[in-house]
């Protein structure tokens, strides 16, 4: 929805702000003034906060249009333009970004699944059914989520090195590793947001459904999931984004340099020689956020809820 | 976009697609690719937790490999058997959930009692073991053993003829036994059942090779035979004798005796101590050294201050900003507004690695944009002096996070009735008035959990530290590597996978310790206070 419409019940038309027409207050000239003043100032503050918000975003771009930059680049934005920083980008064999983007992708796609599917199929369980050990399961969840996994980082490393040891493809240095870590923290807050929107859809679809015929597992995945799809966009991008951010436990346990993240990669590459590789990495950081940037504003509206389901009633 | 609103836009969605799913649930009964995908999901289970299990045993950890065939067993008769439909649906993420995050906290917290970490990673035996291996030095003068390299089940073996004449083959850790083997003139190439390695055979085992050493008897004292080329063995004895019965090694060149001391280590009586040493469990020491070291304690009262002034003022600036801004573009005089949305908003949907680093270029001293261009050349020390640092942390900090306030807060001022503020005003209240009475307690309410969770969040917000200073400036007081703008979290990082340094499993996760207990404590303050769990139902 959009921000500038009212919830229309809410208001009679006298007191409709928008009503300017019918607006019950006579105004003064002097009133007016103030009142102009501040919007002015209003206006003044709103510019400010988008000049600061946008700024390091455009430099970033600019930067990576520069071909012959420094870390200062020219004083002004936008004053080269040259594709040369992003063939350098994909050049250089000892920094494979084209493995590193593909990497991130992957392990954030497939986390981003599961996290939906696992959490999907608890909150189904926590939603609909009736068991004993339900409320300390849901509190269980809620506790849990205060103790982010990056906390256990040793742990998850030597655990994962044990692990390596019996199934070396599951271990230290695999993608498929990285992914079941991350896959721990499935239950958690992505949970609650389910239990919270499957909560919201009546039992009387799935009694309805039970009545024709439908088993469980039908319910679950062909009613529940699909009437419930904005909430599972909100996780699985939530779960995306988390991801594509995590930097320590994939920085642990990815070494190769093919292997790893963005996160890692870009790190590790821009904290080796800042000046020097600060154009390419430009180049590099405006790739890797572009996704990430596009999926956030599509479902933007999604997302806004998803924040919001927890607390505004 | 409020919850209620959610739900009455899904409402329609509902009844849309309502027809399709039930019309195609009527179809029947269990459908077969449920079935199908639980005996293929069952069936991989079980094969990897055997295997484990077979290997797990086979390295005698006996607990480990019941434990994971308990669960197995578990996890089957549930799936099979008719019923328990929650622990069907729960199962898949609970086991994810039991291993990856309750086990590993479970681990850290043995972690901190013990010594782990470089130098002390395995064994008692393994290291006493290591240690012979590396004192290992060629005896002088003696004998060659002639030899071929034979493989079984790809397991190498030496095959040597010793001086006698007398064929005995033996491997890494399987000392030297006779053997029936095929003679060649006086030296033997081949045994039955092992397959002897030709010269690029050879070549290709070459690194393997060169780190072999083959114990002469069951007494790792007595030496072991190596080998420069595959094709001769020499014996080297180790200049570091181990005398089992007083448990201590003896250094054979200088008479030096090196003691277990219950260090994790062999110790000379003037402190020298034999690396490798092994794990042992050390009790509270972490604990100990972190709060009475002063070397330790300094540095991290300092951290753990800087980290609740962190989390604490990122926390409340970016409430304010974001509630302000949202107080101002809920005016609906303002022309652009969607604009301005989508600009102050830009930074919460950019990667937070990507900013963080974008910034740490931007505030470099010598290069970065701002001292040159905004600054005209000046070298102001944003990053490198002790105190601007945390300034520029919590300038930067407050970009990454306002935004998220002024979703949040947006959406919350929107679900306070108009009428309110319309009530309030004909009695007389000015803006100020209707805020700080009527939409702040309201907006509290709501987001109050938020603000907790943001805290929490931000107590951990290793990102931004790391990627914007890596906590530096370091702190040059003190020999632990430590910075000004360190956070806990960032500091267990540099304990256990620092560049610099030994890395020290045991005294990082006791740092990770003290997280959980200080999370732990502001957890059961804020439920208490939000009574988010007495709401559960």
Known sequence: MSVDTYPATLHTPEVNPRGEKSGRVPKGPSQRR???????????????????????ILYIVSASLNPNGSLAGSSGLFTKFSLENYINLFSNPAQPFAAWFMNTLLIGLVTAAG???????????????????????????????????????????????????????????????LIMVYLGGALGVNTYLMYGFFNTVPVSIDEAAKLDGAGHSRIFFTIILRLSAPVLAVVGLLSFIATINEFVIASVLLTAPEKKTLA??????????????????????????????????????YIVSGLTAGSVK | MTTTELQSSSGTDRSRKRQRPIARAAAGAPSTWVVLIKIISLGVLDAVVIYAAFILALNEDWVL???????????????????????????????????????????SGYVAFTNYGDGHIGSKEAAVEALINKSLTRVPDSPAYPMVVV???????????????????????????????????????????????????????????????????????DGALRTPDGSQAFVYSAKMQYDETADAFIDTATGKI?????????????????????????????????????????????????????????????????????????????????????????????????????????????????????????????????ILAKFSILMVSLWLGYPYMFLVATGALQSIPEELVEAAKVDGAGPWAVFRRIKLPLLMVSMAPLLIASFAFNFNNFNLIYMLTRGGPQDITTDMNVGATDILITLVYKVAFGETGGRDFGLASAFSIIIFVLVAVISVISFRRTKTLEELN
Do not use: C
């Open chain 2, 65 to 107: 490999a019941a434990v994971a065939l308990v669960a197995a067993t578990l996890i089957n008769w549930i799936y099979i058997r008719r019923g328990s439909l929650p622990a069907k649906y729960l199962i898949p993420g609970t086991v994810f959930l039991l291993i990856f995050q309750m086990y590993a906290i479970v681990y």
């Open chain 2, 151 to 221: 493989e079984q089940f790809g397991q190498l073996s030496f095959l040597v003829t010793d001086p006698d004449g007398e064929a005995l083959i033996g491997g890494e850790d399987r000392p030297l036994q006779p053997a029936d083997a095929d003679l060649e003139g006086d030296r033997a190439v081949a045994v039955e059942g092992y397959t002897t390695l030709d010269f690029a055979g050879v070549l290709a085992e070459q690194e393997q090779l060169a780190a072999m050493s083959v114990p002469l008897t069951d007494d790792p004292n």
């Open chain 2, 258 to 386: 090196y003691e277990d001391t219950g260090d994790g280590a062999f110790v000379a009586a003037d402190g020298t101590q034999l690396m490798p040493g092994w794990k042992i469990d050390v009790g509270f020491e972490n604990f100990v050294r972190a709060f009475t070291e002063e070397s330790i304690r300094g540095p991290l009262i300092a951290v753990v201050l800087w980290t609740f002034v962190f989390a604490g003022f990122t926390v409340a600036a970016t409430f304010a900003v974001g509630v302000f801004l949202a107080l101002i573009l809920n005016d609906w005089r303002l022309r652009f507004r969607r604009t301005f949305r989508v600009l102050v908003i830009l930074p919460y949907a950019f990667p937070v690695f990507l900013s963080a680093l974008i910034w740490s270029g931007m505030l470099n001293p010598q290069f970065g944009f701002i001292n040159q261009v905004l600054f005209g050349g000046a070298q102001i020390p944003w990053l490198t002096d002790p």
């Open chain 1, 264 to 301: 890692v990669g870009l790190y590790q590459f821009i904290a080796q020689e800042t000046s020097a590789n600060w154009p390419v990495f430009a180049a590099g950081a405006v790739l890797a956020a572009l996704p990430v940037v596009v999926l956030f504003f599509v479902l933007q509206k």
């Open chain 1, 34 to 56: 103030r009142t102009a003043r501040t919007l002015a100032a209003k206006y003044i503050v709103v510019i400010l906060t988008s000049v600061i918000a946008v700024f390091p």
């Open chain 1, 115 to 177: 996290t939906v599917l696992l959490g999907g199929l608890a909150a189904y369980a926590f939603s609909r059914m009736r068991f004993s050990g339900r409320r300390l399961g849901l509190i269980t969840i809620l506790l849990v989520q205060m103790f982010p996994q990056l906390l256990a980082v040793v742990a998850i490393f030597l655990l994962m090195k044990g692990i390596g040891d019996i199934f070396p493809a599951l271990g230290l240095n695999t993608h498929i590793g």
